[in-house]
């Protein structure tokens, strides 16, 4: 479930790279815009993984090239890569071009993380140094936070707030079906009395 502030910044960045996109549009530049989205899955009560994706988007009018994605604020004394890696490169982004990747954590400790900005690094064909973008913050991650009792039966309160008029009708049905099908203890007597 995406959180509305993120939400939030996702589309302020993008209609921001929009505008800025149209002003570097004369000198023929990649613009590259990255979000960066981690999502808390409960395995158990003492278990519970990070799972990060990082978009990268050129909003520019040229390719980038030698682009790589490094996101190492990941402390490994509070967290243990489970699959992917914290970095990747691709040989080039282009024009309008999206890139994406994916990695698992397991969080080692409780507490409340604020994980850092990744870090993109990509060469443009008219400039020798590398160019250097960050993704979107991330709002900190409550680890291992003790969930409140309520939270357990949401998904039943979903359940019947969904299907709640369905369920009466079904359990009405089976009612009825249940005391047309059993006999009634009046017919049973008199059934015994003609034996």
Do not use: C
């Amino acid at each position: 479930m995406a959180h509305p502030i993120i939400n939030a910044l996702t589309a302020i960045a993008l209609i921001a790279s929009l505008f800025l996109s149209s002003s570097h549009a004369s000198s023929d530049v990649p613009f590259i815009v990255a979000h960066k989205k981690a999502t808390l899955n409960r395995i158990n009560s003492a278990a519970e993984r990070v799972s990060v994706t990082i978009d990268i988007y050129n909003q520019g009018t040229s390719t980038a090239y030698d682009v790589s994605l490094t996101d190492d604020g990941w402390p490994s004394d509070s967290f243990s890569l489970i699959s992917g890696s914290t970095t990747k490169s691709w040989e080039k982004l282009d024009a309008g071009g999206i890139l994406s990747h994916t990695f698992e954590l397991e969080a080692n400790t409780k507490g409340v993380f604020a994980g850092e900005p990744a870090v993109i690094k990509f060469r443009v064909p008219t400039k020798a140094a590398l160019q250097e973008a960050l993704s979107t913050p991330m709002l900190p991650l409550d680890v291992l936070a003790d969930r409140p009792p309520e939270k357990k039966f949401e998904w039943a309160k979903r359940l019947l707030a969904k299907y709640g008029s369905l369920i009466s009708v079904i359990s009405i049905i089976v009612l009825f079906i249940y005391l047309v099908a059993t006999p009634s203890k009046s017919s049973t007597k008199g059934s015994k009395k003609r034996r």
